[in-house]
């Protein structure tokens, strides 16, 4: 069952900007970490952006750092991942993923570690061309 529902991704040139976002359909109290995933043809998942439930703080790959920003609505109810500078090795699938409270609330050592979640949405596809 997807727990959320993503939308904004487009076809886009290099350099390009896209703006994603997802709604939840479970409370935020419901949750701990939440945040952005992607993966891409035969790749494995990749952590995007994800934020702390302690701090608000946000974590970055390193492959996105300076150019996405990720961020939620004041209800926690939707989080968007806003993606400038677009590149053609941004083409994926990308999906909102939530670590449910039932799996306890400890501080995550890798937050973007796509294992550590167990709530995720369908997913929307980015395909950035050069």
């Known amino acids: 069952q997807a727990l959320f529902t993503e939308s904004g991704g487009d076809s886009v040139q290099a350099g390009g900007s896209l703006r994603l976002s997802c709604t939840a359909s479970?409370?935020?109290?419901?949750?701990?970490?939440v945040g952005w995933f992607r993966q891409a043809p035969q790749k494995g998942r990749e952590g995007v952006a994800v934020?702390?439930?302690?701090?608000?703080?946000?974590t970055y790959g390193d492959s996105v750092k300076g150019r996405f920003t990720i961020s939620q609505d004041t209800t926690g109810n939707t989080l968007y991942l806003q993606m400038n500078d677009l590149k053609p090795e941004d083409t994926a699938m990308y999906y909102c993923?939530?670590?449910?409270?039932?799996?306890?609330?400890?501080?995550?050592?890798?937050?973007?570690?796509?294992?550590?979640?167990?709530?995720r949405g369908q997913g929307t596809q980015v395909l950035v061309s050069s």
């Open positions: 479970q409370s935020p109290s419901s949750r701990t970490y």
């Open positions: 934020i702390s439930p302690f701090d608000g703080s946000a």
């Open positions: 993923a939530a670590r449910g409270q039932e799996l306890g609330a400890a501080r995550l050592a890798n937050p973007l570690a796509s294992s550590a979640y167990n709530i």
